[in-house]
């Protein structure tokens, strides 16, 4: 439902009753075949708010051109007809679908759901007000979401970095980091915005690439590059792309002469004052919540932070104040895409828990005819011609194309359709097929990649096999890419009618592949994440195997004391350790290991070994890999040596216990970064920070008069935590900034501890004496990752952690399918980041687990037994590792066989069989050989 | 279990990328599904970044 | 003299085909000679398939992936 919003909420979980007002969109939806024929007549025109005010758009427009639905609607704000009843309408009568109308009008819903999630998303700030930055006065100085439009090959100017003053083509460029966050002076945002510093360096690696010898610099206060490779990428633009950071607040941006100069005033590092000229700045602004949604919260009837977000717990990180209410994205603070992601998938898994007693109880399963033999049958062919309105048949001869096609060989009828693609022809070519006792389709229109499947479902409905269509391209491959060249665009049409003809002519009744599925999970580490995810997906009515390395359930989360809003740690955990024990559903495995694995999605069975060398097989439909990490042992600032340098998990415990070293102790030493972000552990540990700054106020609240030092390098106390550094630096807590090559030096002598640091303000170095260091540790990967990995086919980074499928769509998934991972296996990360990753692999796995089968894409490998000779090339090369070689019966030699659950249909074994003895269904060397002789045949 | 209404199907309001992925794992695993979404289309703000993320890969 | 060259294009489904399309939502215009044949993969592209089309009269062969 587009153009609508949640105007009320009534009820309880499981039974909302919600209110959708639904704006006019003065399109049909069903009509419209999103040509742009209106678009191009629009007389109107107006800021886009895709391209960030830096584009335009019409008044009848589609919000980009890959929008979802391509639909297009009319802007009644700018809309020329709807502000003055009878003028304009050009749309309308350029509409041949005619799907414009402008009597549509504002709609009610009231919707009975189970559950609702809020994932309204943020807003940027609007640097407007603020003023001293210049933005809204000097042209030259963009937002970043306007630089990223410049940059975009779709955007206003395809891609060329150009002043909006001139037109020059900019040479220097400057981002200013933290605009609108951590400034509670300019505009209220005191937390961090946790994206922004991730977002200006790749921006500016890529302003670079499209700029060569452009001067790229980032003036920044903390390089918050916490993510799962970030650094790496942070150290890429410093010393691969050469883009420049400079540590400090720009005070302002002014305008330097005609041309729109920016000229920005700042403080360096040295504390001298510096003047430096730009072509362009951009603002690196952050996220605050809109307006509109703070009404929404206020609809939904739910508490908001201090910072203006969503309230939520650090062990339900998307469950709201408000039962059956549930938050995913920015809505709950500031947060990037794969963070996002997986709370998309966390609000799922917590919602599945709460409605599963009504799984599958509005959902239907479509019902089809049943399936009609035609291998004995002769190929008679019908060829379905389209018009697509006047996007095809403005610029191809559709009637040369119609009556060319019935001259090829085995077609035995041929028709136009205005919109083939619309319902009424759905229903129409159904009856062709069935009247004329068609057994293959060509359909002339646009690309497969959307429409294919809806083909599929016609022939399905007129009981044809679904794979007996081909589709010829001659929209997107034609008629719009040849719009001045008719003549040739009809031969063209013919040419693809004909290849796809020739292919169809070949193509064989597939059936898709079903695999049943062990409705069973098994997570593998027995922490918060592990545990997290084997409740979720037992209290959603499925079996789980748990299985924990140690005798005891918590890991990692039994070292600490407090999240970083405060809560009680142990205390959860211990919730969680019951929860597990008295759930029915989940069978526990202590002292076990998974020492051998068969199988694939859906049907894995996994070997568990105890201590006592006992071992058993599970069968599982789906795995989670929630193996947790460890804490390093440092060597280094004298550790070893030196019994008051202890780490931070370390000093936890003295600090709780009162240990007297800790009690009388005097001046403390937090030094940051220990084991973290050098050599070949670029990394940061992401939760380190917030622990000292957390420790320190601790013991400035314990006792005010104590000294607390924290040597940093990058203060990464990111999205809210902010308030926690604020609060450190009030209490007094003093802050050492320190490079990688000025690190800081431990000496003991007698009782003193001595820390030496290069202080980068003074310019020299700087003795600290005192009574107790603390080392902020990292977090490793577990030593067995690799071999456990090895096991299920799942890869590990480079540093040793689980590497998912992709970094930003699927955060949890692993390639191989059917495998997931959560917690600090995958990066290190803090309890609520693990909560929600456990939830998300949990709903992920439950996605294959709430079905009894799946099925696949008949498109696959098969093998053709009289010519494969068993030379086993294509093993190799499969990148699946779906084919195995075996035995041929009675001992006459070897053949291979595809795994059809694992093969993806890529071919590669199709391009490099020497003898033709394996091929892809419905891409057959046959097929192909028939296009390409019908593509050249006359 | 307590035997309270439990209706089958969600609402979700946002159809950004955080919105979508939920809206897919709730439909994928047997929930009805209504994805409201402010604006004429889905996407939300991933859709209009550059690089990296590719913009055509929404999925629905 | 009025030479039209004929070339056959392979292209994966995933990325060059997917191309193909958005060139034609963009309507970025190029010339008519190219014939495409989709493919699940580039690597699917048998070398016979080249073979194929060069001796049956294609001036070029492009593989996309």
């Excluded at chain 1, 933290?178 to 790749?202: F, H, P, Q, T, W």
């Excluded at chain 1, 610029?395 to 060319?404: G, M, N, S, T, W």
């Excluded at chain 1, 058993?616 to 042992?633: L, P, R, S, Y």
């Excluded at chain 1, 894409?857 to 190799?876: F, P, Q, S």
Aim: hydrophobic letters at 40%.
């Amino acid at each position: 439902m587009t153009l609508s919003e949640v105007v009320k909420v009534d009820g309880n979980a499981g039974d909302f009753n919600v209110t959708v007002k639904e704006s006019p969109r003065y399109v049909d939806m069903d009509k419209c075949i999103a040509c742009g024929a209106c678009t191009d007549k629009c007389p109107k025109k107006v800021d886009s708010e895709y391209d960030a005010a830096t584009g335009k758009r019409k008044a009848i427009y589609v919000k980009y051109a890959q929008a979802v639905p391509l639909k297009y609607q009319i802007d009644p704000n700018a809309c020329i007809r709807l502000k003055k009843p009878g003028a304009c309408g050009l749309c309308e009568k350029a509409c041949d679908a005619g799907a414009i109308n402008f009597n549509d009008t504002e709609k009610m819903h009231e919707i009975n759901v189970g559950a609702v999630i809020l994932a309204p998303g943020f807003e940027a700030y609007d640097p407007t007000d603020a003023g001293v930055w210049g933005y809204g006065t000097n042209k030259n100085v963009i937002t970043a979401m306007q630089l990223e439009r410049y940059l975009s090959a779709s955007g206003p100017t395809e891609g060329h970095l150009v002043r909006p003053s001139d037109g020059k083509p900019v040479r220097k460029l400057a981002f200013l980091q933290c605009i609108g966050s951590r400034d509670e002076n300019l505009c209220g945002n005191g937390y961090c915005s946790s994206v922004c510093c991730m977002y200006a360096i790749k921006e500016a690696v890529i302003a670079k690439d499209h700029v060569p010898g452009l001067k790229a610099s980032i003036f920044y206060m903390d390089m918050r590059t916490h993510g799962k490779d970030f650094d790496m990428y942070l150290e890429r633009a410093k010393n691969e792309s050469g883009v420049r950071f400079v540590r400090c607040r720009v005070n302002g941006v002014e305008t330097d002469g005609e041309g729109g100069d920016c000229r920005l005033s700042y403080v360096n590092e040295d504390g001298r004052q510096l003047e430096e000229f730009y072509d362009m700045v951009v603002l690196s602004v952050g996220l605050q919540t809109p307006k509109h949604v703070l009404e929404l919260a206020k609809t939904a009837d739910i508490k908001l932070t201090a910072d203006n977000f969503a309230a939520t717990s650090d062990f339900a990180p998307v469950q709201t104040s408000r039962e059956g209410i549930f938050t995913c994205g920015a809505i709950s603070g500031p947060k990037d895409i794969p963070q996002s992601v997986v709370e998309g998938s966390a609000a799922a898994a917590a919602v599945a828990d709460l409605l599963s007693p009504s799984r599958h109880n509005l959902t239907t399963e479509p019902t089809f005819p049943a399936e009609k033999d035609i291998s004995n049958e002769d190929p008679r062919i019908g060829v379905f011609v389209c018009h697509c309105g006047s996007n095809i048949a403005g610029v191809v001869d559709v009637k040369a194309v119609e009556e060319y096609a019935q001259t090829l060989p085995n077609v035995v009828y041929v028709e136009r359709n205005l919109f083939s693609c619309s319902q009424d022809t759905q229903d129409m070519i159904t009856k062709r097929i069935q009247e004329q006792n068609l057994n293959r389709i060509v359909i002339a229109a646009c690309t497969p990649r959307t429409h294919e499947p809806l083909f599929r479902e016609t022939l399905k409905a007129a009981g044809l096999n679904e794979y007996l269509v081909e589709m010829a391209n001659i929209r997107n491959h034609n008629s719009w890419v040849h719009i001045q060249d008719p003549k040739n665009a009809t031969a063209k049409a013919k040419d693809l009618v004909r290849m796809a003809a020739a292919k169809v002519t070949f193509g064989d009744s597939l059936t898709p592949i079903s695999v049943p599925i062990t409705q069973t999970a098994l997570v593998i580490g027995g922490g918060v994440a592990g545990m997290t995810s084997a409740l979720n997906l037992a209290e959603q009515g499925f079996d789980v195997h748990l299985v924990e390395q140690t005798d005891t359930l918590g890991g990692n989360a039994l070292n600490l004391k407090h999240t970083w809003a405060g809560e009680h740690v142990p205390t959860e955990v211990a919730k969680l350790v019951d929860k597990v024990l008295w759930n029915e559903k989940i069978i526990l495995h202590k002292e076990a290991r998974v020492t051998a694995v068969e199988g694939f999605v859906g049907n894995f069975h996994s070997t568990i070994s105890t201590k006592d060398g006992k071992s058993k097989v599970i069968d599982h439909g789906a795995g989670i890999i929630a193996t947790g990490g460890e804490v390093f042992i440092p060597q280094e600032y004298n550790y070893d040596n030196i019994t008051r340098v202890v780490t931070s998990v370390q000093f936890d415990k003295l600090f709780e216990l009162k240990e007297r070293h800790v009690r009388i102790a005097k001046k403390f030493v937090f030094i940051q970064c220990v084991g973290s972000r050098e050599g070949d552990n670029m990394y940061c540990s992401k939760v380190c920070c917030t622990h000292s700054v957390q420790s320190a106020i601790a013991l400035k609240q314990e006792r005010p008069d104590r000294n607390v030092y924290i040597l940093y390098r990058d203060m990464r106390t990111y999205g809210q935590r902010e308030a926690l550094y604020r609060q450190a630096r009030k209490l007094g807590v003093i802050f050492i900034n320190y490079e990688l090559h000025g690190k800081p030096k431990v000496t003991e002598d007698g009782d003193i501890i001595t820390v030496e640091v290069w202080d980068h303000v003074l310019h020299r170095p700087l003795k600290i004496e005192c009574d107790l260091v603390i080392l902020a540790t990292a977090i490793r990967p577990m030593p067995d990752a690799a071999d456990l990995g090895k096991l299920y086919k799942v890869p590990v980074d480079g540093h040793g952690f689980f590497q998912e499928a992709h970094a930003k769509l699927r955060p949890v998934d692993f390639s191989t399918d059917g495998m997931f991972v959560a917690g600090l296996a995958h990066y290190p990360k803090p309890i609520e980041e693990s909560v929600a990753q456990a939830l998300a692999a949990a709903a992920r796995a439950a996605t294959l687990l709430a079905k009894t089968s799946i099925s696949l894409d008949a498109i696959k490998a098969t093998v053709d037994e009289n010519y494969c000779d068993g030379c086993a090339l294509c093993v190799d090369v499969c990148p699946y590792g779906a084919i195995t070689l075996v035995d041929r019966a009675e001992g006459k030699g070897q053949i291979i066989r595809v795994n059809k659950a694992q093969c993806k249909g890529c071919g590669l074994c199709q391009g490099t069989c020497p003898k033709r003895g394996v091929f892809v269904a419905g891409f057959t060397m046959k097929q192909i050989s028939a296009q390409i002789q019908a593509a050249l045949a006359v | 279990m307590l035997d309270t209404k439990k209706v089958g199907s969600v609402m979700i309001v946002g159809g950004g990328v955080t919105g979508m992925q939920a809206a897919l794992d709730l439909a994928d695993s047997g929930y009805y599904v209504y994805l409201v979404e402010k604006s004429g289309a889905i996407g939300g703000a991933m859709a209009q970044l550059d690089k990296t993320f590719p913009t055509n890969d929404c999925s629905m | 003299m009025n030479f039209e060259p004929k070339i056959v294009a392979f292209c994966c489904n995933w990325c060059s085909y997917a191309a193909a399309d958005l060139a034609g939502t963009a309507r970025m215009q190029y010339p008519h000679n190219v014939r495409i044949i989709r493919v699940m993969c580039s690597g699917m592209v048998h070398p016979e398939f080249i073979m194929d089309a060069l001796s049956q009269g294609a001036d070029g062969v492009m593989v996309l992936g």
